[in-house]
T-cell receptor, first 111, second 116 residues
Framework: GEDVEQSLFLSVREGDSSVINCTYTDSSSTYLYWYKQEPGAGLQLLTYIFSNMDMKQDQRLTVLLNKKDKHLSLRIADTQTGDSAIYFCAESSNAGNMLTFGGGTRLMVKP | KAGVTQTPRYLIKTRGQQVTLSCSPISGHRSVSWYQQTPGQGLQFLFEYFSETQRNKGNFPGRFSGRQFSNSRSEMNVSTLELGDSALYLC???????????????FGPGTRLTVT
């Protein structure tokens, strides 16, 4: 079945850039998403990219998609302590509104 | 617009009981999906409803069921609760995209279910 993999943990210093990586196996993935989850909260949609795009930028967030390698990354510029959270990569195919999530990457931002 | 709301936020039940969780989607959204989040299995898709019909189903036993009402509000039910059902249950709503595919899914805060 489909699989989405992420590294478990990332630590950066405040003001640096963070890059969170994700790989997926489903070649029919149509949409790829990044969600943020803070402690005790639900998932916040950060951004998404359609599979025919290579890059999407939204303020401090840049998403890069390498469809050939099935690799997705999220770059957060000027990382702040408020960015500390778990970040989930997710994909969906044309099968409808069913998301397959990665295990999440815990981002720790040190002051 | 108000976001996705879920009730109750916290619930404690005993093994063998049943439970019903409720989700109200964002106004105008017709698709509602349910996910289970546990430390061991992560986020797993339960089912999706669109226009009162189940459109997709994940790999969960028949004890997990759901429904959607004409106003798009959705409920999920778990019967004969087991300890392993303890989890955060998340609901997401989505507007209808092209050819049924999703492009934006917005999650509620979740219902934390503890089974003792």
């Amino acid at each position: 079945g489909e699989d989405v993999e992420q590294s478990l943990f990332l630590s950066v210093r405040e003001g640096d850039s963070s890059v969170i990586n994700c790989t997926y196996t489903d070649s029919s993935s149509t949409y790829l998403y990044w969600y943020k989850q803070e402690p005790g909260a639900g998932l916040q949609l950060l951004t998404y990219i359609f599979s025919n795009m290579d890059m999407k930028q939204d303020q401090r967030l840049t998403v890069l998609l390498n469809k050939k390698d099935k690799h997705l990354s999220l770059r957060i510029a000027d990382t702040q302590t408020g960015d500390s959270a778990i970040y989930f990569c997710a994909e969906s195919s044309n099968a409808g509104n069913m998301l397959t999530f990665g295990g999440g990457t815990r981002l720790m931002v040190k002051p | 617009k108000a976001g996705v709301t879920q009730t109750p936020r916290y619930l404690i039940k005993t093994r063998g009981q049943q439970v019903t969780l409720s989700c109200s989607p964002i106004s105008g959204h017709r698709s509602v999906s349910w996910y289970q989040q546990t430390p061991g299995q992560g986020l797993q898709f339960l089912f999706e409803y669109f226009s009162e019909t189940q459109r997709n189903k994940g790999n969960f036993p028949g004890r997990f069921s759901g429904r959607q009402f004409s106003n798009s509000r959705s409920e999920m039910n778990v019967s004969t609760l087991e300890l392993g059902d303890s989890a955060l249950y998340l609901c997401a709503s989505s507007p209808q995209g092209l050819a049924g595919a999703s492009y934006e899914q917005y999650f509620g805060p979740g219902t934390r279910l503890t089974v003792t």
